[in-house]
């Protein structure tokens, strides 16, 4: 049964950073690409950074520059560095394999910034 588990949110001053950390258990992590999501109220879930197998990246526009998403197959983690935080980055944080697997959602974790 596969499990993801994200943590590291948490509220932060506008301009401040947090690292979130996601671990995966239950299958071979080391074959999946892997995606950090987000959803702030009143708003669909979209895809903020994604990282293949082999480490090439891509970012929306609003993160460019400002998260790094990054992973550890031997751990079975992967992780996102947030810098520059804005009031507009706060929603609640998910990892997922990319394209995202409906049944592997978890709780994720909320990410506040403050003005």
């Known amino acids: 049964q596969v499990r993801l588990v994200e943590s590291g949110g948490g509220l932060v001053q506008a301009g401040g950073s947090l690292t979130l950390s996601c671990a995966a258990s239950?299958?071979?992590?080391?074959?999946?690409?892997m995606g950090w999501f987000r959803q702030a109220p009143g708003k669909q879930r979209e895809l903020v950074a994604r990282?293949?197998?082999?480490?090439?990246?891509n970012y929306a526009d609003s993160v460019k520059g400002r998260f790094t998403i990054s992973r550890d197959n031997a751990k079975g983690t992967v992780s996102l560095q947030m810098n520059s935080l804005k009031p507009e980055d706060t929603a609640i944080y998910y990892c997922?394999?990319?394209?995202?697997?409906?049944?592997?959602w978890g709780q994720g974790t909320q990410v506040t910034v403050s003005s």
């Open positions: 997922n394999t990319e394209p995202p697997n409906l049944a592997w």
């Open positions: 239950g299958y071979i992590f080391g074959i999946k690409n």
């Open positions: 990282i293949t197998t082999y480490g090439t990246t």
